[in-house]
């Protein structure tokens, strides 16, 4: 069974071919953060733009990678949200094309179940239920995942998402977009204990997730630093703020864990690529007797090899009629508690 999988709900235009729902054949990311870097975050109307440019490209070299034919796919997948609308529509419109002229189902793909079975891109694959954290630019959740299809929101953020945090305070320190690999990068140096953030635990045993008070005191802290002219410290305050978010992410992780006596942790989303949530998850998931289960790196970010993952599970469970020409694109998240 070969599908196409074709995600654009923010600033990558990707597409994958998976093989028979494990055996991923392509995988091809093209990255806008050039276009949307001088302006310190991502600029939906650029991202549409960009999108329509190199949706063609990128869906042309991924068959060629995977040296596969158009009339050899059984299915098309493509993310119908949530996300970017004008960036959803060109990825949507596209994939509805090809279906159409094809003859194929075309499945609408949540970007969330995507990341939430990213996991099975891996070498080391959890079994059914496991808990798993999603954390990325939009999103900082909790959900009990029972099977391919089923997942239950346990948890999430009340106002930013931890990846947005990472870029607002990058934006703050005056380093690149996207904030979180530059943060992780310039905290290499740093001493995690040298500035002693808030961590937002809110009520005891919630699940849910703050981050905008910590980031309200990285802006503070800066404020007082300039008015006294002193120096500031960035590796520092680089490492103290991620050691703050992974501290909260890791502990509410597993919280969630030990209410829902799962023993199996995923993490997902891009904010799972830093490495010292990596390392922290897996240290205190050992400690703890938690199995911890890690994406590789680049499909924690956007891509379509997840995407493909998740229409497989569609395709074999056949939650699709045939060309499905009127499917729409959502804004929001559809999973609520
Ligand atoms: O999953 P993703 O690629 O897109 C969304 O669905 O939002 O996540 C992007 C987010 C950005 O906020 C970015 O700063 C963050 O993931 N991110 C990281 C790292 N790599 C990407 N955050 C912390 N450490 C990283 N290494
Ligand atoms: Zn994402």
């Known amino acids: 069974m070969l599908l196409l999988a074709i995600e654009s709900s923010c600033d990558e235009t990707a597409a994958a071919v998976l093989e028979d729902g494990s055996n991923l054949l392509s995988s091809v990311v093209d990255s ?14 650029l991202a549409s733009r960009r999108h329509i440019e190199t949706i063609y490209t990128v869906v042309d070299e991924t068959l060629k990678q995977a040296s596969i034919k158009l009339d050899r796919l059984d299915a098309i ?12 529509l060109i990825g949507m419109s596209f994939a509805k094309a090809l279906a159409y002229v094809r003859n194929l189902p075309c499945l609408g793909v949540d970007h969330m179940a995507g990341h939430l079975l990213s996991i099975f891109l891996g070498e080391k694959q959890p079994s059914f239920p496991y808990i798993a ?8 959740s909790i959900y009990l ?3 391919p299809l089923s997942y239950k929101l346990l948890g999430q953020t009340r106002d930013d998402a931890a990846g947005e945090a990472f870029d607002k305070v990058a934006k703050l320190l005056g380093l690149e977009y996207p904030g979180g690999p530059i943060i992780a990068e310039t905290a290499k140096t740093g001493n995690p204990e040298a500035v002693s953030f808030p961590r937002a635990w809110l009520e005891p045993d919630s699940l849910d997730f703050s ?5 309200t005191s990285v802006v503070n802290y800066v404020n007082r630093a300039n008015q006294k002219n002193e120096e500031l410290n960035l590796p520092n305050i680089c490492a103290s703020f991620q050691e703050a978010i992974a501290d909260v992410l890791v502990e509410k992780t597993l919280t969630a864990s030990r209410k829902a006596n799962i023993s199996q942790i995923v993490l997902a989303g891009g904010v ?6 990596r390392d922290l998850m897996r240290f205190r998931g ?11 790196k680049e499909y924690c970010t956007d891509n379509a090899a997840m995407i493909a993952v998740a229409g497989y ?5 056949r939650k699709h009629t045939s060309v499905t020409i009127d499917m729409d694109v959502y804004s929001r998240s559809q999973f609520h508690i």
């Open 272 to 277: 799972a690529a830093n490495q010292r949530l």
């Open 211 to 215: 981050f905008s008070g910590l980031k």
């Open 77 to 88: 997948a493509v993310t119908q949200g949530p996300g970017l609308v004008g960036s959803l």
């Open 32 to 45: 806008q953060i050039h276009v949307h870097s001088p302006y310190g975050g991502v600029v939906p109307e």
């Open 313 to 317: 599970h569609l395709f074999k469970n």
């Open 133 to 140: 954290l999603a954390a990325s630019g939009g999103h900082s």
């Open 145 to 147: 995942v029972t099977d």
């Open 286 to 296: 050992q400690k703890e007797n938690f199995e911890v289960f890690l994406p590789p």
